[in-house]
Structures are given as structure tokens and as C-alpha cells.
């Protein structure tokens, strides 16, 4: 297994565009977390799968967020209606549930709302 | 989850111990302690934890006072690879595995 991967690794898009990203967790891990992470912060938690079911989203996630994880395999992360807020680098991490907390990230996908 | 107090930055020189301090004086009894790493451009790396007694792993030791309000991430022999932002972390109960990040430390290792 080569780890966590995510596409794309860049994103620039117009504010207002809706962008989809996705990610795909090791095979054997049954959990899945997105978090966000601007400049010189650390990351923030965004929304957690076990299997296919979202069993927890952050305030942070606002209604033009949506995560699914159809199968309990790969995340798929929309946002709508971009914003310049928007704009972070959004990571997703997974784990099992063996293993409490110990997580496994990916490299990221990268964000800019022009 | 409980708050942790960590210096902005340190400094260390290569081949020498690091000792990197953490508060949390608000842990509760089932709260672990966690340590991540994010290396420039990289996603957060597990580093390791604990709950009460002292751990090694082949990356690193951590120190866990016997109060539980304070630990130490101690890197043996700090290389130019080690420097990062270093998390410390508590987090257990129901969180699900759940981190939540503060601000770090940022460890810069000079030659």
C-alpha cells in the first residue's frame, strides 16, 4: 500500500465555482477524516467517516460543505459557491479503529479562490 | 478535548538531543497524550503516545510527568529531517479519534 493519496494536488479555481476532492485512504483503514489548514495554523477537523457513515462534521463545515464516502472506500469533499475563504490546504487522513488516533495523512490538496 | 500550551519555536543543533515541553493541566484520566510532526509541504506524521507511563518507538521518546499535566517529546539525535512543526495532542473519550491541533512547535535543527 502506498498510503493516503489525494487529487488534486493543486486547485485554483473562480470564487463562486464549485470544486470536488477526493481521497483515497489506505484499504484496510475503516476511518476517514478531512480537516483544513490554513497559513501558519494547524489543521482543523472537518468531518470523520467510519465506514460509509459520517458520524461527526465540524461548525467549520458549513452548508455549502458536503463529504460522502459511498462503500466505506474513497471521500469524495464538494464545496460549493467557492469562496476566498475557502482557500486552505484540505487534507484527509485515515485510521482504524484498532488504532485508536493514530493517523495516517495525505499529502493534501491545495486551494486557491481567485 | 484538553487545552495544550506549547513553545512557538526551539532551536537545536544537529546530533543533539531535543526536548520538546507540552502542558495540558486540564487532561482528564482518560485522555491520551499525542504527538504529530508536519515536515514542510507534508501532511501531519504520527509520531507517538502515551497514557501514563514513559514510551519509545524508533522515532522518538515521551516523558509523561506523573501528574499527567505536563510531557516531554525527546528526539535522541536530532538530524536536519527532524525539523518540523511538532503537535502535541490530547484526545480520547469518545472523539472517535478525533485530533485537535494547536499551533505547535516549530523545531529548527542547524547544521
Known amino acids: 500500500d502506498t498510503g493516503v493519496s489525494q487529487d488534486p494536488r493543486h486547485k485554483i479555481t473562480k470564487r463562486g465555482q464549485n470544486v470536488t476532492f477526493r481521497c483515497d485512504p489506505i484499504s484496510e483503514h475503516n476511518r476517514l477524516y478531512w480537516y483544513r489548514q490554513t497559513l501558519g495554523q494547524g489543521p482543523e477537523f472537518l468531518t470523520y467517516f467510519q465506514n460509509e457513515a459520517q458520524l461527526e462534521k465540524s461548525r467549520l463545515l458549513s452548508d455549502r460543505f458536503s463529504a460522502e464516502r459511498p462503500k466505506g472506500s474513497f471521500s469524495t469533499l464538494e464545496i460549493q459557491r467557492t469562496e476566498q475563504g475557502d482557500s486552505a490546504m484540505y487534507l484527509c487522513?485515515?485510521?482504524?479503529?484498532?488504532?485508536?488516533?493514530?493517523?495516517?495523512f495525505g499529502p493534501g490538496t491545495r486551494l486557491t479562490v481567485t | 478535548d484538553a487545552k495544550t500550551t506549547q513553545p512557538n519555536s526551539m532551536e537545536s543543533n544537529e546530533e543533539e538531543p531535543v526536548h520538546l515541553p507540552c502542558n495540558h493541566s486540564?487532561?482528564?484520566?482518560?485522555?491520551?497524550i499525542h504527538w504529530y510532526r508536519q515536515l514542510p509541504s507534508q501532511g501531519p506524521e504520527y509520531v507517538i503516545h502515551?497514557?501514563?507511563s514513559n514510551v519509545n518507538n524508533r522515532m522518538a521518546s515521551l516523558a509523561i510527568a506523573e501528574d499527567r499535566k505536563s510531557s516531554t517529546l525527546i528526539l535522541h539525535r536530532a538530524t536536519l529531517r527532524d525539523a518540523a512543526v511538532y503537535y502535541c495532542?490530547?484526545?480520547?473519550?469518545?472523539?472517535?479519534?478525533?485530533?485537535?491541533f494547536g499551533q505547535g512547535t516549530i523545531l529548527t535543527v542547524h547544521p
Open positions: 495532542i490530547i484526545a480520547g473519550g469518545t472523539s472517535y479519534g478525533k485530533l485537535t
Open positions: 487522513a485515515s485510521g482504524s479503529s484498532r488504532e485508536d488516533y493514530e493517523q495516517y
Open positions: 486540564t487532561i482528564s484520566g482518560t485522555d491520551y
Open positions: 502515551g497514557l501514563t
